[in-house]
């Protein structure tokens, strides 16, 4: 990457950062030649800034985690529009904890239970449950392995489903800086997914709204393998793709 391809207003933001670091309005400019620097290495911006807003929260994000996208801002609209003052709560692959905590933002009363398989993901959604003052249960489980309750009245899950073999071709911001981890999905990109949904079916977690996000061109399979599921529904991203699942047991 060289200069002229980063746009104005993430200099603009390179800029802020580098007086935020200073705690100066002018003399912020070796501190901004070396974010400018990481930049230019291609290292994604959020990481640089070090931490995002997700929703109406402020998000920590570095490299122990998943940079939350828009779309996953997007899924929580779909889990308020349809969900009814849930009183259990369980996030699964929370990474830095954004959509259990927002959940616990928008319903204060409701326990919130996340996990993760990485314990690096989990230090840093605790941090952010300390800075955003917001109390969930973090714990670290292979998807439901270690998950005791089935009490469950939304289950949430943005799981890894890029397929092995395409990991490869993704741009080097994502595959050199964000974790294999949260990125990963095995084979056909659907490991994850399928195994969280067997596993929800063999602990019988019943009266649950399960909603995922999806990549679109694992949609149909998804909605097939939840066919015997009460109720199954598809929705749309901003962009018009097919990108979540809400499906009732
Ligand atoms: C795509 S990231 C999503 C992170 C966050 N939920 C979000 O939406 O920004 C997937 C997360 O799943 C976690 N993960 C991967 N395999 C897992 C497993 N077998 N059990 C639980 N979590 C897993 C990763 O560590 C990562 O934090």
Known sequence: MNIRQIPEHELARLREKAKEITGSQSDYHSSY???????????????IEEY???????????????????????????????????????????????????LK???????????????????????????????????????????????YDIIVANLPYIPTETLSSLESEVVDYEPLLALDGGIDGLLYINRLIKE??????????????????????????????KQVQLERDLVERDRYIIAKR
């Not at 070396?34 to 911006?45: I, T």
């Not at 996208?69 to 609209?77: A, G, Q, S």
């Not at 079916?201 to 998804?222: C, G, P, Q, Y």
């Open 200 to 229: 929800i079916e063999e602990k019988d977690i019943r009266n649950l709204t399960l909603f995922l996000e999806v990549d679109t061109s694992h949609a149909t399979t998804i909605l097939n393998n939840l066919s015997h599921w």
């Open 33 to 47: 030649t070396e974010l400018l620097s990481r930049r230019l290495n291609g290292e994604p911006l959020q990481y």
């Open 105 to 151: 933002k928008l319903y204060p009363e409701s326990t919130v239970d996340a996990c993760d398989i990485s314990l690096e993901a989990l230090d840093l959604a605790k941090e952010n449950a300390e800075i955003n003052n917001l109390e969930i249960n973090l714990f670290q489980s292979d998807l439901l392995s270690d998950v005791e309750e089935v009490d």
């Open 52 to 102: 995002i807003p997700f929703y109406s929260i402020q998000i920590n994000v570095d490299q122990r985690c998943l940079i939350p996208r828009p779309e996953t801002e997007y899924l929580i609209e779909f889990i308020k529009n349809n969900s009814d003052n849930p009183k259990k709560i369980l996030d699964v692959g929370t990474g830095t904890g954004c959509i259990a905590l927002m």
